[in-house]
C-alpha cells in the first residue's frame, strides 16, 4: 500500500497560478500509475489528470487540457500538478491517488481503477 499526502492547495485569484504536490511513502511509486482528482461541494468526483509509471504517456479531462500539467519525480517519490489559468470552478478537493502499473501506459482516468488515495488538499479560485 502506498501512503499519499498532497499539499500545495491554497485560496487563489482566478486567473492565477497553484502547484500541487504529492508526497508517496510505504512503496516506491516508480511502479505505480499516478492519477490526480478533484471533487467540488455538492458533485461527484472527477478525473483531472493521470500519468503513466514512466512519466511518458498523460491523460487530462477536457476541462483542465492546456491548463493543468501533471508530472512527477521517481527519484522524489512524488507527483505533481501544475495549475495555471485558473477558474472559478477549478475550486474543489484535489485528491491524489495511485495504482500499481502492469504496463507502461497504464494510466487510468477512472477512480475506482486506483487503490490508493490521499486525504485531499483544498482549492479555492475567487473571482
Known amino acids: 500500500q502506498v501512503q499519499l499526502v498532497e499539499s500545495g492547495g491554497g485560496l487563489v485569484q482566478a486567473g492565477g497560478s497553484l502547484r500541487l504536490s504529492c508526497a508517496a511513502s510505504?512503496?516506491?511509486?516508480?511502479?505505480?500509475?499516478m492519477g490526480w482528482f478533484r471533487q467540488a461541494p455538492g458533485k461527484e468526483r472527477e478525473f483531472v489528470a493521470s500519468?503513466?509509471?514512466?512519466?511518458?504517456?498523460?491523460a487530462y479531462a477536457d476541462s483542465v487540457e492546456a491548463r493543468f500539467t501533471i508530472s512527477r519525480d521517481n527519484a522524489k517519490n512524488a507527483v505533481y500538478l501544475q495549475m495555471n489559468s485558473l477558474k472559478p470552478e477549478d475550486t474543489a478537493v484535489y485528491y491524489c491517488?495511485?495504482?500499481?502499473?502492469?504496463?507502461?501506459?497504464?494510466?487510468?482516468?477512472?477512480?475506482?481503477?486506483?487503490?490508493?488515495w490521499g486525504q485531499g488538499t483544498q482549492v479555492t479560485v475567487s473571482s
Open positions: 491517488a495511485a495504482q500499481y502499473s502492469p504496463t507502461t501506459y497504464y494510466m487510468p482516468t477512472i477512480g475506482r481503477n486506483y487503490g490508493d
Open positions: 500519468i503513466s509509471r514512466n512519466g511518458n504517456n498523460f
Open positions: 510505504g512503496r516506491t511509486i516508480s511502479n505505480y500509475a
